[in-house]
């Protein structure tokens, strides 16, 4: 028997990535499915930005880049910051990662162990919750609540702090709940972990331009009280739709940024050298195509609340951010992960059961609504037919 050490055992996974090689099988048999599972744009990267990875591999760049990213993108990532939100940030705080994950990834690393507490959103991203498992650390969900528009209650969220309590992870705009935290909440949440100078904070911001009716977003970054503890997360996975070229970003904060960099050097390395390039071009080039995308996910989120709200038994808010709708499906009576199995083995839509996402999540399913209007509309179709004549189990 190999031995392993048991924190494998506590590992966890992100149930999307199963479901999408389910319905991938599903259609290699020839049956007609719909996604709306993945979280991931169903745009193409923008041309120029491919285009600045092909000449960055024609010009050379083969080779290992810095650990912690080529200095003209760390500057980019800098200069967009300060552009869109006012605020400073310096290169030398910039870490080019390997996507998103790889930050939550390394900062569960840097704070969770045997006896500390890690605040995390439930429902929200399942790999929180993994990782923090992972370390030995206690997982404290943080509930938050469809009264709520699924934005995080500052009150609820200061309340479960105690002094084992090491980091907080915040997401907004959120997945899968596409809820946004407005900026009353978080001025009010941040002046309460002002008395907790002891906790960390991850702020996960990757949907951060996926803010819809007008709004901004807050970025976490703006709030000087917290800038020395506060771990920013964020990409280019979803705004350039780039989720295969493994590219994102993180902000740490004084020492944190050296065990991050130490961190990549034992693990990857440094992020792909064209990748980088690419990234580059997407943050200095036109942002017209990121604005389109922007624009056609807000028109289905229009499609796909509307329709899940004539739907026998659901009820969905409105979501805020992302591209993701979490209709409530309790008037169904269906268990929201039979329902998900249910609706992808006898219709062919895919959708992800609440429960992936933490304990709150029953009684909720996921919908991705990234996957064009026509789509979206057969799929709610579908899904009308199947729970007007079968009822749960
Ligand atoms: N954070 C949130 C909230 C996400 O939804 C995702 C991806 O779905 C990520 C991070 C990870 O992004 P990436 O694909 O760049 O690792």
């Known amino acids: 028997m190999l031995k392993t050490v048991a924190n494998f055992d506590r590992i966890g996974e992100e149930n999307a990535f199963a479901v999408l090689a389910r319905a991938n099988a599903l259609a290699a048999q020839g049956?007609?499915?719909i996604s709306l599972g993945i979280g991931q744009p169903d745009f193409r990267t923008p041309e120029f930005i491919v285009e600045a990875a092909i000449k960055a591999l024609r010009d050379g760049h083969h080779g290992y880049t810095a650990a912690n990213g080529i200095l003209p993108l760390r500057e980019a990532v800098a200069a967009d910051l300060h552009k869109r939100y006012g605020v400073e940030v310096s290169p030398d705080s910039v870490m080019i990662m390997p996507?998103?994950?790889p930050t939550m990834f390394m900062?569960?690393?840097m704070f969770g162990e045997p006896g500390v507490e890690i605040l995390y959103p439930d429902p929200g991203f399942p790999i929180y919750r993994s990782m923090i498992e992972y370390t030995g650390a206690t997982p404290v969900p943080v509930p938050i609540r469809e009264e709520n528009g699924f934005a995080f209650s500052a009150d609820e969220t200061l309340k479960l702090i105690t002094p084992k309590t090491r980091l907080l992870i915040v997401n907004s705009p959120a997945n899968p709940t596409g809820g946004v935290t407005p900026k009353s909440e978080v001025d009010k949440l941040v002046v309460g972990l002002?008395?907790?100078p002891d906790v960390a904070i991850m702020s996960d911001e990757i949907y951060d331009h996926m803010v819809y009716d007008g709004e901004k977003h807050v970025c976490l970054l703006s709030y000087p009280s917290i800038r020395d503890r506060l771990i920013l997360l964020n990409g280019w996975s979803k705004t350039y739709a780039m989720t295969g070229w493994r590219l994102g970003y993180a902000i740490f904060p004084g020492k944190l940024y050296d065990y991050a960099r130490k961190l990549a050097v034992n693990l990857h390395s440094c992020v792909n050298a064209s990748a980088q390039f690419a990234g580059l071009a997407a943050l200095t080039g036109p942002q017209d195509e990121v604005w389109k995308m922007i624009a056609e996910f807000d028109k289905r989120r229009g499609v796909v609340v509307a329709g899940l709200n004539k739907l026998p038994g659901v009820s969905c808010i409105t979501p805020k951010g992302a591209f993701y709708a979490f209709p409530?499906?309790?008037g169904t009576g269906w268990k929201a992960?039979?329902?998900a199995n249910t609706l992808l083995n006898e219709t062919g839509v895919v959708t992800i059961g609440g429960p992936d996402f933490g304990i709150l999540g029953e009684?909720?399913?996921?919908?991705?609504?990234?996957?064009s209007t026509e789509n979206i509309l057969k799929a709610l179709e579908r899904m009308g037919d199947f729970l007007a004549t079968r009822k749960a189990a």
């Open 328 to 330: 409530n499906i309790k």
């Open 363 to 371: 009684g909720y399913l996921r919908l991705s609504y990234a996957n």
């Open 31 to 33: 049956r007609d499915i």
């Open 107 to 109: 900062s569960i690393l």
């Open 99 to 101: 996507g998103g994950k």
């Open 337 to 339: 992960k039979e329902l």
């Open 194 to 196: 002002e008395k907790w």
